[in-house]
């Protein structure tokens, strides 16, 4: 399986080559069709894999691939439900170190799904419209 993109920059998987034709499939939809082989192109350095992930809305894709075990997924989920709160709380309340706090912290901000703000007067994270809809999408939530 390989990436290809067609004139108007959309992509696809390859999924057959036969002769002048190919037979492609949409990441994102899945409907598979039909085009001309000097239609398309190699997409070169996007991964097929990477296309395929595409089926999963970007919003929850960008919440899984932040999230690096079921603890900081546990935060996120916390943060979202009943924060905004401060750094104070958030180590008092979770079983998370203040470097490994702060390490997954850092790696939300960075994924744009929490956001530093003030919580009583103190540093504090709230989550961001990204990872509530990420979240939103990953527990079958639609109207959050």
């Known amino acids: ?22 037979k ?3 990441p994102e939809t899945g ?6 082989s000097d ?21 929850a894709r960008r919440v899984l691939t932040a999230t690096p075990n ?3 997924l546990g935060l996120l989920v916390e943060l979202r439900e009943r924060g905004p709160h401060s750094v104070r709380h958030l180590l008092d309340a979770t079983d998370l170190c203040e470097s490994d706090l702060l390490g997954v912290l850092t790696e939300f901000r960075a994924a744009g ?5 003030r919580v009583l007067g103190e540093r504090g994270y709230a989550t961001t419209d990204r ?11 639609r109207d959050r």
């Open 1 to 22: 399986m390989r990436t290809v993109r067609d004139d108007s920059g959309s992509v696809y998987l390859l999924v057959k080559q036969s002769g002048d034709s190919c």
């Open 24 to 26: 492609v499939r949409d």
């Open 31 to 36: 409907e598979e069709s039909y085009r001309e």
């Open 39 to 59: 239609e398309l192109e190699p997409a070169s350095g996007e991964s097929a894999l990477a296309t395929t992930a595409r089926a999963v809305p970007e919003p």
């Open 70 to 72: 079921e603890r900081a």
């Open 113 to 117: 799904l929490v956001e530093e703000t």
């Open 131 to 141: 990872a509530d809809d990420g979240l939103a999408l990953l527990t079958g939530e």
